[in-house]
């Protein structure tokens, strides 16, 4: 009987979890549906390595499906299995939401300082939440950072009227999105 391989230390495997999203890259499906596994692209007995290019997130039905067996044929699990799999997955929940935690908190950041770029320009006036949630937010998806702070800057000293600043934000970054500067 061959040696037990020793399994990928967890921050390899949380690396890999982060790089692809926690996302199973075979089916697609996350957490909590699923627990994801650290998959070899190359399997280790054909010479593939512990290497980040090597590996991959796979939830556990598509990892063990890939054997001799076809996905719809995954290996039955015992009870310790079980429990392995029960305890991994609410480690992986733990680890998804404290990235979303930190998401979240540089977004709202993000928001902030360009509500406080509009509120300096505009002592009296402020942004709406649907604005800021809607049109400031979606551009901080799609421009990095201090594009988006720039272009605030740009309308709030291009623009007198504080009801007009907000619009010629959105066409700073539309051309932006759009190529042109």
């Not at 556990?60 to 067996?69: I, L, M, V, Y």
């Not at 998806?141 to 007009?164: G, I, Q, W, Y």
């Not at 619009?167 to 759009?178: A, R, V």
Request: proline letters at 5%; aromatic letters at 8%; charged letters at 25%.
């Amino acid at each position: 009987m061959a040696a037990k391989r020793k399994g990928l230390p967890k921050s390899v495997r949380f690396k890999v979890f982060n790089r692809d999203g926690f996302v199973c890259q075979y089916c697609g499906q996350q957490p909590p549906k699923v627990v994801l596994e650290v998959d070899h692209v190359v399997p280790v007995s054909s010479g593939g390595a512990d290497h980040l290019e090597n590996l991959v997130t796979a939830c556990f039905d598509c990892n063990r499906g890939k054997a001799a067996r076809g996905l719809e044929a995954p290996a039955p699990m015992d009870a310790a299995q079980k429990l392995e799999m029960i305890q991994e997955r609410e480690i992986q929940i733990r680890e998804l939401k404290k990235a979303m935690k930190k998401v979240n908190a540089r977004i709202h950041a993000e928001l902030e300082a360009i509500h406080g770029i509009y509120c300096g320009a505009f002592p009296d006036y402020h942004l709406t939440e649907n604005f800021l949630n809607s049109s400031v937010k979606m551009f901080l998806e799609r421009l990095p950072f201090h594009e988006v702070e720039d272009a605030m800057r740009k309308a709030c000293l291009r623009m007198t009227n504080s009801s007009k600043a907000p619009k010629y934000f959105c066409g700073i970054c539309w051309n932006k999105i759009k190529g042109g500067q």
